[in-house]
T-cell receptor, first 114, second 113 residues
Framework: KNQVEQSPQSLIILEGKNCTLQ??????????LRWYKQDTGRGPVSLTI?????NTKSNGRYTATLDADTKQSSLHITASQLSDSASYIC????FGGGSYIPTFGRGTSLIVHP | EAQVTQNPRYLITVTGKKLTVTCSQN?????MSWYRQDPGLGLRQIYY???????DKGDVPEGYKVSRKEKRNFPLILESPSPNQTSLYFC????????????FGEGSRLTVL
C-alpha cells in the first residue's frame, strides 16, 4: 500500500531560525513529489514539485530535496518568518493504469514564534 | 483568475437532513476530487473523477455521493448526514496528464448536530 510519512508531527521555532521537515514515502510507480503549505482554515497551496531526476529545488526561502534511492524528501525553510506558521503537507503523485493517484502525508504543523 | 470554488464555506445542519456541497473549477481540468480533513488524520480522499460521467471511490466514500455531469462541476452529496461527517472538506482539481499540481478550493466546514 502506498504510504507517505512525515516528521516531525509538529515543530515550534523562533522567528529567523531555520528548520527542516522530513517526508519518507513508499509509492509506486513514482511520478513526482510536491510540498504544500496549508494556512489554518485554508486550502493547501503547492510550494515545490520534484520529479525523479531532480535533487534540489528552491522557491524563495523554501528548498526541497529528493533522494529517489532512499525515497526521502525534505523541506528546508531558511530565516523563518511568522507567516511560515502553517501545516506543510508532502504529497507523492503516482500515475498508474491511466489513473492519477495522490498519496498524502499527515502534515507537519509549524509554529514560528516572535 | 484560475480557481476552485466551493459553497457553502460554512454549514451547520442536523442529522439526516440532505445537503450538497458544490465545487466548480474554471481551468478545464479533467480530474476533480473531494477530501475530508480531520485533526491528526490529514487529508483523506472521498471520491474522485477522471472526467465527465466517470467517478470512483477514494479511501473513505461511505455516506457520500458525487456526480460529474459537467466538466467544471463536481458536487458532494450527503444524503443523510451523521455527526461523524463533521469535518473540513476540500475539493481539488488537476489536469490528469503532466505534473499534476492539485488546485484546492478554500474548504467547507461542515458541522452535523
Amino acid at each position: 500500500k502506498n504510504q507517505v510519512e512525515q516528521s516531525p508531527q509538529s515543530l515550534i521555532i523562533l522567528e529567523g531560525k531555520n528548520c527542516t521537515l522530513q517526508c519518507n514515502y513508499t509509492v509506486s510507480p513514482f511520478s513526482n513529489l510536491r510540498w504544500y503549505k496549508q494556512d489554518t482554515g485554508r486550502g493547501p497551496v503547492s510550494l515545490t514539485i520534484m520529479t525523479f531526476s531532480e535533487n534540489t529545488k528552491s522557491n524563495g526561502r523554501y528548498t526541497a530535496t529528493l533522494d529517489a534511492d532512499t525515497k526521502q524528501s525534505s523541506l528546508h525553510i531558511t530565516a523563518s518568518q511568522l507567516s511560515d506558521s502553517a501545516s506543510y503537507i508532502c504529497v507523492v503523485i503516482s500515475f498508474g493504469g491511466g489513473s492519477y493517484i495522490p498519496t498524502f502525508g499527515r502534515g507537519t504543523s509549524l509554529i514560528v514564534h516572535p | 483568475e484560475a480557481q476552485v470554488t466551493q459553497n457553502p464555506r460554512y454549514l451547520i445542519t442536523v442529522t439526516g437532513k440532505k445537503l450538497t456541497v458544490t465545487c466548480s473549477q474554471n481551468m478545464n481540468h479533467e480530474y476533480m476530487s473531494w477530501y475530508r480533513q480531520d485533526p491528526g488524520l490529514g487529508l483523506r480522499q472521498i471520491y474522485y473523477s477522471m472526467n465527465v460521467e466517470v467517478t470512483d471511490k477514494g479511501d473513505v466514500p461511505e455516506g457520500y455521493k458525487v456526480s460529474r455531469k459537467e466538466k467544471r462541476n463536481f458536487p458532494l452529496i450527503l444524503e443523510s448526514p451523521s455527526p461523524n461527517q463533521t469535518s473540513l472538506y476540500f475539493c481539488a482539481s488537476t489536469r490528469d496528464r503532466g505534473p499534476g499540481e492539485l488546485f484546492f478550493g478554500e474548504g467547507s466546514r461542515l458541522t452535523v448536530l
